[in-house]
T-cell receptor, first 117, second 120 residues
Framework: DTGVSQNPRHKITKRGQNVTFRCDPISEHNRLYWYRQTLGQGPEFLTYFQNEAQLEKSRLLSDRFSAERPKGSFSTLEIQRTEQGDSAMYLC???????????????FGPGTRLLVL | AQKITQTQPGMFVQEKEAVTLDCTYDTSDQSYGLFWYKQPSSGEMIFLIYQGSYDEQNATEGRYSLNFQKARKSANLVISASQLGDSAMYFC?????????????????FGRGTQLTVWP
């Protein structure tokens, strides 16, 4: 039973460069979420997909950020013209619909740690 | 206003003892869900326990139980018989809008976490 996977696990980039992260959810899960976590804080919501539809976006998701889930399976999160303030852990989670309590939980991947120099 | 408040930045407990991690929440929704996650130093968020706002009984999962006091808007996590491996960051989270058809809103609101240290 594979969990949520994220690639790469670490990324170091220079300010102004573009970066792209990938998330592969648990196979039967149709909902996918992106969060950002900075040091000493809890995760902050970025965006949410149900299948291929992007249903919710946070104000944190500026114009430099874009997320896609083209076939309703894996998702990518791209940050254009990175800034030092983008340095954080980017977490992906997935969940399935349904009424059982566990199915309402979001299951997280290991995260991608981004450092912008 | 903060949706989730965790007032204990750090907690210490001796192995085999029980510990309570505090969480209060703020919502005007009647239907919502409360979650606790564990984040070890490796970074991955691990789901521990869930409580629905309409659940009449407190949730339990093994050594974890949730002390749900709706009127006080609190959802404290109780870990019984602490183990060294329980040392980690613990986050309380809430999802609003958990209707009968399931949540239509995806986001979880997280608190700032409590660092739990279990000592021998």
């Amino acid at each position: 039973d594979t969990g949520v996977s994220q690639n790469p696990r670490h990324k170091i980039t220079k300010r102004g460069q573009n970066v792209t992260f990938r998330c592969d959810p648990i196979s039967e899960h149709n909902r996918l979420y992106w969060y950002r976590q900075t040091l000493g804080q809890g995760p902050e919501f970025l965006t949410y997909f149900q299948n291929e539809a992007q249903l919710e976006k946070s104000r944190l998701l500026s114009d430099r950020f874009s997320a896609e889930r083209p076939k309703g399976s894996f998702s990518t999160l791209e940050i254009q013209r990175t800034e030092q303030g983008d340095s954080a852990m980017y977490l992906c989670a997935s969940s399935s619909p349904g009424r059982a309590a566990l199915s309402m939980a979001q299951y997280f991947g290991p995260g991608t740690r981004l450092l912008v120099l | 206003a903060q949706k989730i408040t965790q007032t204990q930045p750090g907690m210490f407990v001796q192995e085999k003892e029980a510990v309570t991690l505090d969480c209060t929440y703020d919502t005007s929704d009647q239907s919502y869900g409360l979650f606790w996650y564990k984040q070890p130093s490796s970074g991955e968020m691990i789901f521990l326990i869930y409580q629905g706002s309409y659940d009449e009984q407190n949730a339990t999962e093994g050594r974890y139980s949730l002390n749900f006091q709706k009127a006080r808007k609190s959802a404290n996590l109780v870990i019984s018989a602490s183990q060294l491996g329980d040392s980690a960051m613990y986050f309380c989270a809430m999802r609003e809008g958990m209707g009968d058809r399931g949540s239509t809103l995806g986001r979880l609101y997280f608190g700032r976490g409590t660092q739990l240290t279990v000592w021998p």
